[in-house]
Nanobody
Framework: QVQVAESGGGLVQPGGSLRLSCAASGSISSISVMGWYHQAPGKQRELVATIISTGITNYADSLKGRFTISRDNAKTTVYLQMNSLKPEDTAVYYC?????????WGQGTQDTVSS
């Protein structure tokens, strides 16, 4: 069993930056992929970025260059650095951990980009 919990985020002006954190607990060594997804109002949840156990990262094409996923050396915390934020980045951001065929989700954190 794995648990993930997001922190960070909030309200930021266009062009600003936010950093999200996701702390994993439980059977951490069994996690193969961790990632971030976002869900804007009225839209489906979409991939933002993932990082696999070897450290290889993957990003949604539309977010490359502005968002960066990383993790700590203990592989217990994953970060999402978001720069040059736009109003359309406003969404609930969810952390995800995959263990074989099972997926574990955090409760999400609301990020709002507005002047």
């Amino acid at each position: 069993q794995v648990q993930v919990a997001e922190s960070g985020g909030g309200l930021v002006q266009p062009g600003g930056s936010l950093r999200l954190s996701c702390a994993a607990s439980g059977s951490i060594s069994s996690i193969s992929v961790m990632g971030w997804y976002h869900q804007a109002p009225g839209k489906q949840r979409e991939l933002v970025a993932t990082i696999i156990s070897t450290g290889i990262t993957n990003y949604a094409d539309s977010l490359k260059g502005r968002f960066t996923i990383s993790r700590d050396n203990a592989k217990t915390t994953v970060y999402l650095q978001m720069n040059s934020l736009k109003p359309e980045d406003t969404a609930v951001y969810y952390c995800n951990a995959r263990v074989v065929v099972n997926q574990y989700w955090g409760q999400g954190t609301q990020d709002t980009v507005s002047s």
